[in-house]
């Protein structure tokens, strides 16, 4: 029998997929969804994918957990390495809520696949560390898409010596947190610190993109990790 989460997650998906179909929808009226390019039939296939996780969330939460996540990152990849154009970066963001409903999913199943249920400290890790390997698989897509795709920047001189700094700040969060979560949440922290510095003090990162939201879930990720080590200990 579903619990009461489960069953308003699955509602929250449904929604999300409802808004997503009619994006499709107002795209295919405007003409920017022509299916006259191979990308657009590659589109269409990523709404497909994300049809099918909410279809499996009814009785395969572990399967559709991982295919919301997967079509996160597919998005990611359409977005930024293969269609990257002056609005590059908002199609992006706008997956996000997708790779949230992943995570919970996963959630839940593995709350409902261990007996007796896991205690609230092993849930929140559980959560955090899939949320962590996610945001560590995007990064990576932004990180190539920037080098391979991007304008040239001098790296060794401000403000985009910001770049390889945060780069360095969040390999080493993710590094550190599979033993020291408080360690981790500084680092995350200071990595947020960094990006909101350059966003304010600089128009030149200011106008590469939407990437402020990004840094809102590392933010969050980092205070949890603080909050956890705090509220459960070791």
Do not use: C
């Not at 994006?23 to 006259?36: H, R, T």
């Not at 995570?103 to 400290?121: D, G, H, I, R």
């Amino acid at each position: 029998m579903k619990t009461k989460s489960v069953r308003i997650l699955q509602i929250i998906a449904g929604v999300y997929v409802a808004l997503y179909l009619a994006s499709v929808i107002s795209s295919v009226i405007d003409g920017e969804l022509s299916f006259q390019k191979w990308v657009d039939y590659l589109f269409l296939f990523l709404f497909l994918v994300l049809v099918a996780g909410f279809s499996l969330s009814w009785n395969f939460e572990r399967a559709a957990g991982i295919t919301f996540l997967g079509w996160a990152t597919g998005i990611w990849i359409f977005d930024l390495l293969l269609t990257r154009g002056i609005d590059s970066g908002m199609l992006s963001i706008m997956s996000v809520p997708g790779l949230v409903i992943g995570a919970l999913l996963l959630l839940n199943w593995y709350k409902a696949s261990v007996t007796p249920s896991p205690p609230p400290k092993l849930q929140w890790r559980f959560i955090l560390r899939v949320l962590l390997i996610s945001y560590a698989v995007l990064y990576a897509i932004v990180v190539i898409s920037e080098v391979a795709l991007g304008h040239p920047h001098d790296y060794f001189s401000l403000p985009f010596v910001l770049f390889p700094l945060m780069l360095l700040l969040f390999l080493s969060g993710f590094a550190v947190s599979w033993r020291w979560e408080l360690a981790a949440g500084i680092l995350f922290l200071l990595w947020s610190a960094l990006l909101l510095f350059g966003y304010v003090t600089y128009a030149e990162i200011r106008d590469s993109g939407p990437w402020a939201f990004f840094g809102i879930p590392v933010l969050i990720q980092g205070i949890l990790y603080i909050k956890n080590r705090v509220e459960y200990g070791a």
